[in-house]
């Protein structure tokens, strides 16, 4: 997800416009900034691109999923129900917020398996938030109907999908909210940041006054604003919106590009009988972001992890079933709920549960799949090259394997 690959004058422009005016903040000291208002234009572009009514800026995508949960009334004694796979901030916001993070399984389109969200509901079910990872999406279409029939809240964590789609709907946008990260490693970059997409005017207010303190952004006099309620700190720099500024000008450049590429390493390892992929609920809507496949056991899946390591072409392949920081089995400090302060003790007793509760379903999927991260820099050259590497390197494993059977 590498909008950093492409980074030069245009995102320089952009900052040096804030620093030229020396105005790092968003809000106030209109006078001052010169006609420049980089986060507010950002929102109004962010709006426009994707199809959302309102967009909130903030500091990262955690600090956007964590406003979005209080803006939509998510707190103590609620159940978010959230997938196995995802990153580590999608249940740190949850746990901020006082609620209870419910991690089911997923299935092979990496994202939420429907009947594993049915059977996890709960009276105390408030939300369910699928979380479209690496570049793609849930099968929408079936949480949506979950949602309707128990009426829960549906909030997406787009935070690795920016500019991919549902249907012709960006995500981020289909559900009550939505959220995107722009930290270093994402399709587009802030260096740091994160917005919340909503069509729900009352949602977007409550996000914009949560993320400034709850100041209520009424009146020209920020010392005079009053506090609807108690919000925190979550603002984002106009250094940070420039950046972004000049990184969403590029999207459709980078979307093209990984589509591109995604495609010819797609059609490389697609030769291969043995070679599966992740199933995508609409392929026109994958921002390519990564080409995620499967190999047939858990075993071969481990030799060709090996072998990369060895070849030294690792990089950019991960296996997320050993990865600390994306799946369930290495979360140990989720699952003995290691934390600096007290928990409530329901809540502690709930996220413990997740030290014995059974993933066999998640890791039926997770111990098989490799996801190559697509690069912007590429040429067709070099993807053929890395394609037909990899594709070797696989042919060589499942030889060896049948030689030892
Ligand atoms: C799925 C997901 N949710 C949330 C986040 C949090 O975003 P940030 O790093 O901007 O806090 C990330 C970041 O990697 C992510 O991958």
Redesign the pocket.
């Known amino acids: 997800m590498p909008g950093f690959e492409l980074f030069g004058g245009e995102e320089r422009k952009e900052v040096n416009d804030v620093l030229d005016t020396g105005i790092l903040m968003r809000y106030g000291f209109d006078a001052l900034r010169k006609g420049n208002w980089k986060a507010k234009e950002l929102e109004e572009t962010i709006c426009k691109v994707f199809g959302a009514k309102h967009a909130q800026l903030v500091s990262?995508?955690?600090?956007?999923?964590t406003t979005a949960l209080s803006a939509l009334g998510i707190g103590y004694g609620d159940e978010v129900i959230m997938p196995a796979f995802?990153?580590v901030?999608?249940f740190e916001?949850v746990l901020s917020v006082g609620a209870v993070p419910v991690l089911v399984d997923v299935d092979d389109t990496l994202t939420l398996a429907p009947a594993a969200v049915r059977s996890a509901i709960t009276p105390k079910t408030k939300c369910i938030m699928p979380?479209?990872?690496c570049g793609s999406m849930a099968d929408l279409d079936a949480l949506m109907a979950i949602c309707k029939e128990h009426k829960l809240i549906l909030l997406e964590?787009a935070?690795?999908s920016i500019g991919a789609s549902y249907k012709g709907k960006h995500l981020g946008t289909i559900g009550d909210a939505g959220?995107f990260?722009?930290?270093f490693?994402?399709t587009i970059t802030c260096g740091?940041?994160?917005a919340v997409l909503t069509n729900n005017e009352t949602t977007y207010i409550k996000c914009d006054g949560y993320s400034d303190h709850g100041h209520d952004h009424k009146g020209a006099d920020r010392g005079a604003e009053l506090h609807p309620f108690i919000g925190y700190n979550f603002r984002i720099s106009e250094l940070h919106a420039a950046v972004g500024l000049a990184q969403i000008k590029k999207l459709d450049r980078f979307l093209a590009i990984q589509k591109k590429n995604q495609a010819l390493l797609k059609n490389i390892l697609s030769q291969i009988p043995e070679v599966s992929f992740r199933r995508i609920p609409d392929p026109a809507g994958d921002s390519c972001t990564f080409l995620s496949w499967f190999l047939p056991t858990e075993e071969l899946t481990r030799a060709v992890v090996n072998e990369l390591k060895v070849q030294n072409i690792l990089a950019g392949n991960f296996y997320w079933y050993d990865n600390n920081w994306?799946y369930i089995r290495r979360w140990d400090h989720l699952k003995n709920s290691v934390t600096l302060n007290a928990l409530h003790p329901e809540l502690k007793e709930k996220v413990i549960h997740h030290a014995t509760k059974d993933f066999a379903a998640s890791d039926a999927v997770m111990s098989r799949c490799i996801s190559t991260a697509i690069s912007l820099l590429w040429n067709e050259e070099q993807v053929k090259e890395k394609g037909e590497k990899i594709s070797s390197l696989i042919k060589k494993m499942l030889n060896t394997q049948k030689a030892t059977a």
Request: net charge negative; aromatic share 8%.
């Open positions: 990262s995508g955690t600090a956007a999923l995802t990153f901030a999608s916001a979380v479209h990872m964590d935070c690795q959220t990260s722009f930290d490693v994402k740091e940041g994160g994306h």
